[in-house]
């Protein structure tokens, strides 16, 4: 054999490889290898969105407790001053209370002491009638002398 025939085989055959490679192979290889780049890219490209979407999602949910605890800051200042409030009414209302129970024991006072004047003038009246009867030795008739009576009273 010849090497030049040899050579030439070979040549024409690693051509003929060569070109169905390129035809057959070559796309398939190319098309797996541009999915494979595009999942990739896709993937790269959810990764990044993934990581801004959690940028985002930690800096709201950030703002999210910030605007929790200033709301609680707030309820809490808001439910002191209703206690102070309250502590207030309840302080006004017993200084109410306090007035109206000492109003109504003054009040009782009163009666108790035009009362006790009453029956003072009642006694003195009575010890008057019984001075008289004595100092006239006769007896006196109270019926008679009602309105003598309650001039008495009336001036003491």
């Known amino acids: 054999m010849n090497i030049n025939l040899t050579l030439l085989a070979q040549a024409i055959v690693f051509a003929a490889f060569i070109w169905f490679t390129v035809k057959f192979v070559w796309p398939y ?45 707030e309820i809490l200042a808001q ?33 108790e002491v035009t009362r006790a004047r009453e029956q003072l003038r009642d006694h ?13 030795r006769r007896e006196v008739d109270a019926k008679a002398h009602a309105d003598l009576l309650e001039s008495i009273k009336r001036q003491l």
């Open 29 to 73: 290889m190319l098309r797996a290898i541009e999915t494979r780049q595009k999942t990739i890219a896709d993937g790269l490209a959810a990764a990044e969105q993934g990581r801004r979407s959690l940028e985002t999602s930690t800096h709201q949910a950030e703002e999210a407790v910030t605007q929790a605890r200033r709301r609680a800051a």
């Open 79 to 111: 439910a002191e001053k209703r206690a102070a409030e309250l502590v207030d009414e309840a302080r006004s209302a017993a200084k109410e209370e306090g007035n109206r129970e000492k109003a109504a024991a003054q009040a009782e006072i009163e009666q």
């Open 124 to 136: 003195v009246a009575s010890l008057a009638v019984a001075g008289a009867e004595k100092i006239l």
